[in-house]
């Protein structure tokens, strides 16, 4: 009786109102009318009734209006591209795709509707960095590098010198959700971190979140890097590449199925080992490399269904031998480490109607590492062989289904659940042994842990009143691991109050947990980093965070954010004293201690987004602290990356069509390191050192300058760009550690200046 009531009284009067109401829907796809691709995030808005609404990730948009026998103006708008507008009827529902061309004039780079700004969005904490902004500042031995762009925003700190690691108001690299296509990527790192695994030339869009994240994202505490490959070109082929000091990329694009199907494929490949091969004499060999492999195909199924399928392969190999032969006996050593990440992915879009978009994905994820050492000796006609290898890993399969439901101009929700099956392989060292005959051959270490994850969300992005708007979400999760099933409620809430016709006031909530912790003893981000689960003895990471702040849009492309942010994150581990992943007699489980930390601190960012000059610049206050029973006698100490001040400015300039220079600098407060205070000797003669507080010294503070030029041509068939740069440009000998001897604390710096030059083409 009660639940008829409800229904009587509020339900079937609200579905009345809806049913009656004379409204018309208009809705399509927003795409690049060049290349048939579809844009994400770009704006649609209509000026004369003020509403507007953005494309999701695959350019989809729906906009409900009342219904009327005039005609509205309609405006679409994304960064880089023209304006589109339009005059279109309202009197009953209408399917229009909206087609932008790019704009090579940087004056009228902006977007021009005012919904588009950012003071106007609810989401904060967001930044969506462009593709040719990344490309057009300095890089690292001339390869562009999107995480290392991602380091230059407020709240986000790079780790050791020259490395891509990330870490974002105090979190750890592992609480950082890295997403290509929808995809999870675990190692995101090359070359021991000094580069990522992401080719720019393959890359359609880039998002960051630090904090006020949507309920539609899950599973990690700090911060979650949305990238989004390229479709390919739907009506021609294209190409572009680049030749550098340390690796060439090619990306090749075109139709399969002129305007309907289309491809893109990219490879990039370091040749690091061919140079240093004529370089290696004698009996002695070793080299490195790395590559890139991005794939991805689209095909127009239907006018309300679109298949995607994608996939990326990745490796690094370092490899070493050595061999010695006389008349009687023979040596050879040899070993190595390889790592590398596989993605696959296919995704289907279903517009089921003019409101209601749906997309079903289905993924698998894998990451993989490898240590191997082998020597095998003759001798006398007796043979002596050891083989020794450790392996470690992890690999998803996984299912999800999100909706965008389009209820009104006031009303956006998003709903979805998935299913992940995840396999850990913590960690399992192999030994064979084989003396004078006498063979043996062993196994250590634990075996795969099985763990399932399940997750469903919903959020509404809500305009309460014309000044007054908020993105409320809820996002459960559960993680089932040996016979132990964990799960959580979420909430999500995202406020935004106009003050002015271009200041806001925002505010957030959150609350996040992850079921995976990545061990580790470096600072580097190196390959023997453990990824490993929650399990009955270690519970979720969780962590709650709050924040609040201002956004200010100006009319000349002039963006400005200021955010405060408070975060507590709880089961957060660290390897204890002295124990590593070398050690495969004794589970990680029993390695490691729990503990928690806190987070807090204030951003400012600006952004400059028109004109011949383009810029950023960014400052971050903040401390993040971190406390463990069994560490540093259990009192609280500094996380290893708490850096009281980071600032970083970073500008484009294009003095011409053909000549464009850029330059950037970074500021930071030292690393938190540990130091030894004193030696004593013990009952049996040995030295041992005593150690001040943990993390109780300061690293000397880093600071770096980076600058380039880049000249362009444009040729009958191709563009061609000579680029110029120098990393590190005024030499400071940054440290990279810091080692004691002799009583003297000394500084390693890595790298000085380093002068790249890199041939770019484009056709």
Do not use: C
């Amino acid at each position: 009786m009660l639940k008829k009531s409800f229904l009587t009284l509020f339900l079937l009067p609200l579905f009345h109102h809806w049913s009656l109401a004379q409204n018309i829907t208009i809705s399509g796809y927003i795409s690049d009318k060049k290349s048939g691709e579809r844009l994400t995030g770009a704006v649609v808005y209509l000026p004369d009734l003020q509403v507007g609404t953005a494309g999701n990730t695959f350019g989809f948009y729906s906009i409900t209006i009342p219904a009327g026998n005039d005609s509205v103006e309609i405006k679409g708008s994304y960064i880089g591209y023209s304006s589109f507008q339009k005059k279109i009827p309202r009197s009953q529902n209408l399917t229009l795709n909206v087609e932008l061309e790019e704009n090579k004039e940087l004056e009228e780079v902006v977007i021009t509707s005012q919904k588009a700004a950012l003071h106007q969005k609810t989401q904060m904490s967001a930044i969506d960095l462009p593709i040719n902004t990344i490309k057009s500042l300095p890089a690292f031995l001339g390869e562009p590098d999107i995480m290392k762009a991602i380091q230059l925003l407020p709240g986000i700190q790079g780790g050791n010198e020259g490395t891509s690691g990330l870490y974002v108001r105090g979190g750890s690299p592992d609480q950082n959700l890295i997403l290509l296509d929808g995809v999870p990527v675990y190692n995101a790192s090359h070359l021991f971190g000094f580069f990522s695994v992401f080719n720019a030339d393959a890359i359609r869009s880039v998002e960051v979140i630090k904090g006020g994240f949507p309920a539609r994202y899950g599973g990690r505490l700090s911060s979650v890097i949305d990238i989004n490959m390229k479709e390919g070109n739907k009506n021609e082929i294209h190409g572009e590449g680049g030749i550098g000091i340390v690796a060439s990329r090619l990306t090749l694009e075109g139709p399969i199925q002129k305007g309907k199907s289309s491809f893109m494929v990219s490879g990039r490949r370091t040749y690091i080992d061919l140079l240093a091969a004529p370089l290696m004499t004698g009996n002695s060999k070793g080299g490195y490399f790395f590559y890139d492999l991005n794939g991805k195909a689209n095909f127009t199924l239907g006018k309300k269904d679109h298949l995607y399928i994608s996939g990326y392969f990745g490796n690094d190999k370092f490899y070493f031998s050595e061999k010695s032969n006389d008349l009687t006996s023979s040596s050879r050593f040899a070993g190595g480490i390889k790592w590398g990440n596989i993605t696959g992915v296919g995704r289907w879009n279903h517009e089921f109607n003019p409101k209601l978009f749906g997309n079903l994905t289905t993924y698998y994820s894998q990451y993989k590492f490898q240590v191997s050492a082998e020597s095998n000796s003759t001798s006398n006609g007796s043979t002596d062989e050891f083989l020794l290898r450790y392996t470690s890993g992890i690999h998803d399969m996984a299912a999800k289904y999100d909706f965008d439901y389009y209820l009104s101009s006031s009303h956006n929700i998003k709903a979805g659940a998935s299913v992940i099956a995840h396999t850990y392989t913590p960690g399992a060292q192999t030994t064979k042994i084989n003396t004078g005959g006498t063979k043996s051959d062993t196994t250590i270490g634990q075996s795969s842990i099985y763990g399932t994850e399940i997750d469903a969300y919903i959020e509404d992005d809500v305009k309460i009143t014309p000044l007054l708007k908020a993105n409320i979400g809820v996002h459960f999760t559960g993680f089932s691991v040996r016979s132990k099933f964990y799960n959580s409620i979420q909430p999500r809430l995202a406020v935004r109050y106009l003050l002015s016709e271009k200041l806001s006031a925002k505010a957030s909530f959150v609350q996040m947990n992850q079921y995976i912790n990545l061990l580790t003893n470096s600072s580097v981000g190196l390959p023997t980093d453990l990824w490993v689960p929650s399990t009955n003895r270690i519970a979720p990471q969780l962590s709650h965070q709050a924040a609040a702040g201002l956004a200010y849009t100006h009319d000349a492309g002039y963006e400005f954010s200021l955010e405060g942010y408070y975060k507590t994150m709880e089961n957060i581990l660290e390897y204890k004293e002295g124990a590593s992943f070398f050690n495969s007699t004794t589970g990680w489980e029993d390695k490691v201690e729990v503990g928690k930390g806190t987070s807090y601190g204030g951003e400012v960012f600006i952004q400059k987004k028109k004109g011949k000059f383009t810029g950023m610049l960014g400052y971050t206050l903040s401390w993040s602290n971190r406390t463990f029973a069994n560490l540093n006698n259990g009192r609280t100490f500094p996380y290893k990356y708490d850096r009281r001040h980071d600032f970083k400015v970073a500008g484009v300039y294009k003095v011409s069509p053909r000549i464009e220079l850029s330059a950037e600098w970074l500021y930071g407060t030292g690393n938190a390191i540990t130091l030894p205070i004193g030696y004593y000797k013990d009952q049996n003669g040995e030295d041992i050192t005593i150690y001040g507080s943990r993390n109780g010294y300061r690293m000397p503070a880093y600071h770096r300058g980076d600058v380039s030029i880049r000249f362009t041509k444009e040729k009958k068939r191709y563009d061609r760009s000579w680029i110029m740069g120098a990393y590190n440009v005024y030499n400071r000998k940054n440290p990279f550690f810091i080692y004691e001897d002799g009583g003297k604390f000394k500084q390693v710096s890595l790298f000085p200046i380093i002068p790249s030059v890199s041939y770019q083409f484009k056709f």
